[in-house]
């Protein structure tokens, strides 16, 4: 039987599940996107179900993968959103909240080109460009363990970095 014909079955008959399980598991109702991601995924990686499993508990399974991965892509945005990547938006901002989004965006650049390249890299690829661990595992040779290993190192010294920064300030001013 043909790929998409299978998946597009599997889609009918699943997707409602896959949906539900989603919305359950993330928390939110905007559950499209990942679970044209799980179809996708699982059209992807259709020659490796070996069948030893239902198609519901592997689609289940890729759903709960996708979801841990967004969730993981989430936080990292969260960390970072607005101070790393904003572009301001003059026409709700007054001067001095646009002033203050460029000082924290400066700063943050600033507290980056401080860490050890290896940080450096995994800020970038991860937080900047959004891959995902196993793509930024493959870009430099890594395991996907040791880019969530320094992942999380990195953004403790960004943070270190910045809070070290504000005392200083904050003792300048007095």
Same mark, same amino acid.
């Given at each position: 039987m043909d790929k998409n014909v299978l998946m597009e079955q599997w889609f009918l008959r699943?997707?409602?599940? /896959?949906y539900k399980f989603l #919305? =359950? =598991?993330?928390?939110? $109702?905007d559950v499209e996107d990942l679970?044209?991601?799980?179809?996708?995924?699982?059209? $992807?990686?259709?020659?490796a179900f070996e069948g030893r499993s239902q198609p519901k508990t592997w689609?289940?399974? /890729?759903? $709960?993968?996708?979801? #841990?991965d967004h969730k993981r892509k989430q936080r990292? $945005? &969260?960390?970072?959103?607005?101070?790393?990547l904003a572009n301001v938006e003059t026409e709700e901002k007054t001067p001095e909240e646009i002033l203050h989004v460029h000082e924290e965006q400066q700063a943050l650049y600033h507290a980056i080109r401080n860490v050890k390249p290896a940080f450096r890299e995994v800020l970038i690829l991860r937080g900047v460009k959004g891959l995902s661990s196993k793509e930024t595992a493959e870009i430099?040779?890594?395991?996907? &363990?040791?880019? &969530?290993?320094?992942?999380?190192?990195?953004m403790k010294?960004?943070?270190e970095i910045l809070e070290r920064e504000k005392k200083e300030m904050i003792g300048d001013a007095i």
């Amino acid at each position: 039987m043909d790929k998409n014909v299978l998946m597009e079955q599997w889609f009918l008959r699943y997707g409602d599940d /896959i949906y539900k399980f989603l #919305i =359950y =598991y993330t928390g939110t $109702r905007d559950v499209e996107d990942l679970v044209q991601d799980v179809f996708l995924k699982a059209l $992807r990686s259709l020659d490796a179900f070996e069948g030893r499993s239902q198609p519901k508990t592997w689609l289940l399974t /890729i759903a $709960r993968n996708t979801a #841990i991965d967004h969730k993981r892509k989430q936080r990292l $945005r &969260n960390w970072l959103p607005d101070k790393w990547l904003a572009n301001v938006e003059t026409e709700e901002k007054t001067p001095e909240e646009i002033l203050h989004v460029h000082e924290e965006q400066q700063a943050l650049y600033h507290a980056i080109r401080n860490v050890k390249p290896a940080f450096r890299e995994v800020l970038i690829l991860r937080g900047v460009k959004g891959l995902s661990s196993k793509e930024t595992a493959e870009i430099l040779g890594w395991s996907e &363990n040791k880019v &969530n290993v320094t992942l999380h190192r990195a953004m403790k010294a960004v943070r270190e970095i910045l809070e070290r920064e504000k005392k200083e300030m904050i003792g300048d001013a007095i």
